[in-house]
């Protein structure tokens, strides 16, 4: 990152809606978090946690203060007075992109709501699993600590849903007389889902439809909707420890590079017979597990994420708890049916730095959380495009 030279407009598409909660709630965290030596680390500039939050809290009060002045004048408010705080008091830092600075690829995600049932049926065969009790996690860090040769690897980001670098594997007996066993790497998808390797263990917390278990495996939670309407939330526990690979790459030849979606993809899935369905889901050997959740989808930060203000960024490169700027182009559609837009209309929004993806890698690569159910999954599904993002 590095300062930003230009001025900022400040405009929120939202009209501020949902923001005081979730800088709340951010604030909330990164008290949790927050020791003499923590830090958030800005392009160059280091910044002590307890400052951050401190100016958070301060941004928080005229954010309140300019709300308040609202509802006793009435009318809409374009809190003038409170951009100008932000002008005043904080300086934009544009982030290292990938072609040039401030240049973010950007995509969408969002909870998805589907229908499952509790046991296997026709229509619902493909298990959500929980976490394997015989799955290990190697931790680089504690063995880079007794052997020199790692120390390279502690700094990578392996797994982007684990603060430190890690490697998932699990325990095999070793025919070897230095040691009884040995760890090899856990199964992936083709040996969980076509093999059957953790059939039989208990482990299936609902079953729901293939393909939608594997859109919602990328999405990393859900809402599974059983007969009689009873739903039960589902969100990200673990996973296999295997790349994530977009299985896009595999139907070029069936869908044009700039048709490419959500829903474009699963219009060709459905048309597979299911021995080819699942060789073309087996080209992403990554899996996710999941728990049963008491409340909204969890991000990583810990906080919840929140319609339209969350995104998810790659840890290596973004402060998390960070407060920041988008600007993107949203995509219009004439009826709720549509799965390509009709024209897309530059937007502006403050959103806060609180997930990251196992597909979001790099310093240029955004994923904003869109929300949940049927108008979400429309537009996550086909937002694709270049955006610029400041913190």
């Known amino acids: 990152m590095r300062p930003f030279e230009g001025r900022l407009q400040y405009f929120d598409d939202l009209a501020g809606e949902g923001l005081a909660d979730a800088i709340r709630a951010n604030i909330k965290i990164l008290k949790l978090k927050e020791s003499p030596e923590a830090t958030l680390q800005f392009g160059p500039r280091t910044l002590l946690l307890k400052t951050y939050i401190r100016s958070l809290e301060e941004l928080l009060a005229q954010f309140d203060n300019a709300s308040k002045s609202i509802l006793q004048k009435g009318g809409v408010s374009s809190f003038e007075s409170w951009k100008e705080f932000l002008e005043n008091n904080f300086e934009p830092y544009e982030i ?3 072609k040039k600075w401030g ?4 995509t969408s995600y969002y ?5 499952g049932s509790l046991r296997k049926t026709q229509r619902f065969t493909q298990p959500l699993y929980g976490v394997p009790s015989d799955m290990v996690k190697v931790e680089i860090g504690e063995f880079a600590r007794v052997n020199k040769a790692l120390e390279s690897l502690n700094g990578e980001v392996l797994e982007q849903k684990s603060p430190s670098p890690i490697l998932r594997g699990r325990l095999i007996k070793s025919s070897s007389m230095s040691a ?6 856990y199964f992936d998808r083709k040996e969980i889902d ?3 390797n953790l059939q039989g263990r208990k482990l299936e917390l609902v079953w729901v439809d293939p393909i939608e278990a594997f859109f919602l495996q990328i999405q990393g939670s859900g809402i599974v909707e059983l007969p009689g309407k009873k739903q039960i939330s589902i969100g990200y526990a673990s996973q296999n420890g ?3 690979v977009p299985i896009g790459k595999f139907l070029l030849d069936r869908i044009p590079k700039d048709q490419m979606s959500l829903q474009s993809i699963e219009r060709e899935l459905r048309k597979m017979n299911p021995e080819e369905m699942q060789s073309l889901l087996n080209q992403n050997p990554s899996y ?5 959740l008491k409340s909204e989808a969890i991000a990583y930060l810990g906080t919840e994420v929140v319609d339209g203000r969350t995104i998810a960024t790659d840890t290596k490169y973004f402060p998390k708890g960070a407060l920041a700027y988008l600007e993107f182009e949203k995509p219009q559609f004439s009826n709720s049916e549509d799965t390509v837009p009709d024209s897309w209309q530059n937007s502006s929004r403050f959103v806060l730095d609180q997930d990251t993806g196992g597909a979001i890698r790099g310093p240029g690569r955004l994923d904003l959380f869109w929300g949940k159910g049927k108008e979400a999954r429309q537009v996550a599904g086909v937002m694709k495009n270049w955006g610029r993002l400041y913190y």
């Not at 240049?103 to 950007?106: K, R, S």
């Not at 996710?288 to 049963?292: Q, S």
């Open 96 to 98: 290292y992109g990938q």
């Open 103 to 106: 240049d973010v690829f950007m």
């Open 111 to 115: 909870v998805p709501i589907i229908e």
């Open 180 to 185: 009884p066993y040995r760890v090899v790497p």
């Open 194 to 196: 076509q093999d059957n």
């Open 242 to 244: 295997h790349p994530y």
């Open 288 to 292: 996710v597990f999941f728990r049963k």
